[in-house]
């Protein structure tokens, strides 16, 4: 099963504690599918997933609208 977060627009720690609620209502293997616009969001999400045994399968920047945009994955633990 995969969910999608959109956090966009959204500024730390607000990204990281709606992922946590998310994946607390997920299975072990699922994936969290995460849309963000703050700029701590990648260094964030792999601190994240370091500390809480998570997988972070994607992690990438693209550009969209002239703003660049965070699109993570998380497999649950």
């Known amino acids: 099963m995969q969910e999608k977060l959109d ?33 701590g969001a990648p260094d964030d999400f792999v601190a994240f997933c370091r500390q809480t045994g998570h997988t972070l399968l994607l992690n990438e920047t693209i550009t969209e609208d002239n703003q660049e945009v965070f699109h993570l994955i998380i497999q649950h633990k």
């Not at 627009?9 to 616009?37: H, M, N, V």
């Open 7 to 39: 956090v966009k627009g959204l500024k730390c720690p607000l990204p990281i504690l709606r992922a946590k609620k998310a994946l607390a209502q997920l299975e072990s293997q699922d994936t969290l599918e995460i849309w963000a616009t703050d700029s």
